[in-house]
T-cell receptor
């Protein structure tokens, strides 16, 4: 089984630009999670989906962030407009059920100049 | 709000030493506690501990859950340089499905 696949691996862009991060969960996994990791705050949950429906977006920092899951095999996290403080590593994770461990992708390292 | 605190923040040991990493938590309705290892990229799953499985072991790694003390430890015996990583502890609340609340991690460095 292929793992969770994220793209791009690295993204460097100027502030004000739109950024789109992509994630393909493991086939058959019904839950998908977006996390952000920084030195100061560690790993923080931004939003998660169950069967393509957003369940909890309380971790999304502000309206500049949005996430979608149009089908079971694809999700996007969008930042518009981006700001330097959004610089972080963004991880996507998936799991089959609520009782099983999450599997993480390799992350997208985002740098906003 | 669920909370996880890990200690120490960082640790340097010599190869062959035994280390113990600590995790304490506050969660309204505890379901499970998980340990992950993070090297350069993705966190990789190590153990999941629940009320029905409070002790887990895999090779040189083992973990125990103390529900009374609201804490867990991760032990690594005969450490190797390949054990160098950030070790993350996370808890799951029964009311939030699979939602993980992470601690900030313990950075372990194993030297020759």
């Amino acid at each position: 089984d292929a793992g969770v696949i994220q793209s791009p691996r690295h993204e460097v862009t100027e502030m004000g630009q739109e950024v789109t991060l992509r994630c393909k969960p493991i086939s058959g996994h019904d839950y998908l999670f977006w996390y952000r990791q920084t030195m100061m705050r560690g790993l923080e949950l931004l939003i998660y989906f169950n069967n393509n429906v957003p369940i909890d977006d309380s971790g999304m920092p502000e309206d500049r962030f949005s996430a979608k899951m149009p089908n079971a095999s694809f999700s996007t996290l969008k930042i518009q407009p981006s700001e330097p403080r959004d610089s972080a590593v963004y991880f996507c994770a998936s799991t089959r059920t609520g009782n099983q461990p999450q599997h993480f992708g390799d992350g997208t390292r985002l740098s906003i100049l | 709000e669920d909370k996880v605190v890990q200690s120490p923040l960082s640790l340097v040991v010599h190869e062959g030493d035994t280390v113990t990493l600590n995790c304490s938590y506050e969660v309204t309705n505890f379901r499970s506690l998980l340990w992950y290892k993070q090297e350069k990229k993705a966190p990789t799953f190590l153990f999941m501990l629940t009320s029905s499985g409070i002790e887990k072991k895999s090779g040189r790694l083992s973990s125990i859950l103390d529900k009374k003390e609201l804490s867990s430890i991760l032990n690594i015996t005969a450490t190797q340089t390949g054990d160098s990583a950030i070790y993350l502890c996370a808890v799951v609340n029964t009311g939030t499905a699979s939602k993980l609340t992470f601690g900030t991690g313990t950075r372990l460095q194993v030297t020759l």
